[in-house]
């Protein structure tokens, strides 16, 4: 388990809940910490865990990113009330670390909650560490099935793959008249296992014929021989389940072949990476995701604003799912006024309704699942644009 890192920064002073509001997040009741003059400043330690070195960094990496940009704004927004203490783990995307990091998080750092992990997979093995210590964990990439059932005490605004996979294979079924098509996904991935299995349901309930289904490992660099297996079937498109690293690779080799159908992938091909390194073998390629920093609202353009002042880059998906996480947890805890009681915390995460955050309009259902709406995107002239 890598060293923890502490980012902390206390900002100059200004009024606190109006840039809190101003930033997406809603304002705190009458009741809420800081709102009778004169309380003293608490402060509350949040643990993120996340995907930072490895194979899959490029998804850590933003994530961290929108929460240092996120934890820079709570904490100047509201200085004297509530300071955010960030303190980061890399699991490097392995079970075994994540699992050490939550327990070093919650029994030695004693963190009020726990934004992460990346992984869905990583979820599934800390997720009931977290419940069994009471501890409020909120996921922010994890779109897997079965998440939330986990226990009472986890969250996630990432939308799940059932509803996120559905509404990128409908547009493009409809665009491209796709009657017929193949699967090829990671078989040793939770996430990728998870999406494959949406992606064939939904072709079925849409009555497309399934000429076959091809898989790999993570790891893998060497994708011709299933991708040519899948060319001789002659499908009309191409159904992805992968990381970005893996994903990106099968785009690229499936254009090397001759394989130019429409490609529909799940949500681990957004991030800017799959452009790098698919290149020009992304174009056309079709995603759903719940931000897209080309959106014309002016919430959304504020931040990818901010984010690219400070990071020299657009955000992603992963980056602006981490900076709404942050702001929420940070609105549930100025309600409570209690920035070191996870219960409080917990309960009030369950009755959250209509967050604004960049990525969406947020509430939880009554399994603490996100409410929202995808938007699919497709690659155009290298990037990811609306889909047209």
């Known amino acids: 388990m890598k060293q923890r890192k502490v980012l902390g920064t206390v900002l100059s002073a200004v009024l606190g809940v109006s840039l809190l509001a101003g930033c997406g997040a809603q304002p705190a009741s009458d009741n809420g910490a800081g709102a009778s003059g004169g309380q003293a400043e608490q402060v509350a330690k949040i643990g993120y865990i996340g995907f930072i070195s490895g194979s899959g960094a490029a998804y850590g990496e933003a994530q961290k990113q929108g929460l240092e940009l996120a934890q820079a704004e709570l904490n100047e927004a509201n200085k004297g009330k509530l300071k955010i203490e960030l303190i980061v783990e890399d699991s490097g995307g392995k079970k075994e670390s994540a699992i ?15 934004i992460g992990p990346t992984l869905s997979g990583e979820m599934f093995a800390i997720g009931p560490v977290a419940s069994e210590a009471e501890t409020p964990i909120f996921a922010i990439s994890n779109t897997a099935e079965g998440i939330n059932e986990i226990g009472e005490y986890v969250f996630r605004n990432s939308l799940p793959e059932s509803v996120a996979i559905p509404a990128a294979m409908e547009v493009a079924i409809q665009k491209h008249g796709i009657k017929k098509a193949a699967f090829i996904y990671a078989k040793n991935d939770d996430f990728s296992v998870s999406g494959f299995k949406t992606m064939k349901e939904t072709a079925e309930k849409m009555g497309l014929t399934n000429l076959g289904e091809e898989s790999f490992s993570n790891g893998d660099v060497d994708f011709a021989a299933q991708l040519t297996k899948i060319k001789a079937t002659n499908p009309d498109a191409l159904f992805v389940s992968a990381l970005y690293k893996e994903g990106s690779l099968v785009v690229k080799k499936a254009r090397e072949i001759g394989l130019n159908v429409p490609i529909i992938g799940g949500n681990g091909f957004n991030n800017p990476q799959v452009l790098e390194v698919a290149g020009p073998a992304a174009e056309g390629l079709v995603v759903a995701t719940p931000f897209s920093p080309e959106k014309k609202d002016e919430h959304v353009q504020k931040f990818v604003k901010s984010f ?27 309600k409570t006024g209690k920035a070191e009681d996870r ?15 960049v990525s969406g309009k947020l509430s939880f259902d009554e399994k603490r699942n996100p409410i929202g709406e995808p938007v699919v995107v497709m690659v155009k002239e290298g990037k990811f644009i609306p889909f047209e």
């Open 100 to 114: 050490n990091a939550a327990n070093k998080l919650i029994n030695q750092d004693n963190v009020v909650g726990i």
């Open 308 to 334: 690219e002042a400070k990071y020299n880059k657009k955000p992603d998906q992963f980056a602006a799912q981490a900076y709404d996480g942050l702001y929420t947890v940070a609105q549930s805890l100025l």
């Open 343 to 357: 219960q409080a915390l917990r309960d009030e995460l369950a009755q959250l309704k209509d967050f604004n955050g």
